[in-house]
């Protein structure tokens, strides 16, 4: 069973930093794509970032030039580092991942950790 576990979430100040993880856990074949999804309240959830097995990472828009997303193959880990957060970037953030497992290939999701950005 494949399971994605995040942490780093919390409450910090606009303009400060803050850092999440993500690792994923269980039985598998190889992880394609990972990226980072996230939801504020009232709005429909929204690609932050994403980075593929080759390394290529792709920003939305908001974030461009103050995130910066990372894996580690390895440790089949990916990070998100958000800097100069900004009020607006409060929100749940997920962590997903294209894992490809017995007989199935398909996006599996964490279970989403709160980002509180305030004024």
């Known amino acids: 069973q494949v399971q994605l576990g995040e942490s780093g979430g919390g409450l910090v100040q606009a303009g400060g930093p803050l850092r999440l993880s993500c690792v994923v856990t269980?039985?598998?074949?190889?992880?394609?794509?990972m990226g980072w999804h996230r939801q504020a309240p009232g709005k429909q959830r929204e690609l932050v970032a994403r980075?593929?097995?080759?390394?290529?990472?792709y920003y939305a828009d908001p974030v461009t030039g103050r995130f910066t997303i990372s894996r580690d193959n390895a440790k089949n880990t990916v990070d998100l580092q958000m800097n100069s957060l900004k009020p607006e970037d409060t929100a749940v953030y997920y962590c997903?991942?294209?894992?490809?497992?017995?007989?199935?290939?398909?996006?599996?999701w964490g279970q989403g950790t709160q980002v509180t950005v305030s004024s």
């Open positions: 997903n991942a294209l894992i490809s497992s017995v007989g199935v290939t398909k996006t599996y």
């Open positions: 269980g039985n598998f074949f190889s992880i394609n794509r």
């Open positions: 980075v593929t097995s080759g390394g290529e990472t």
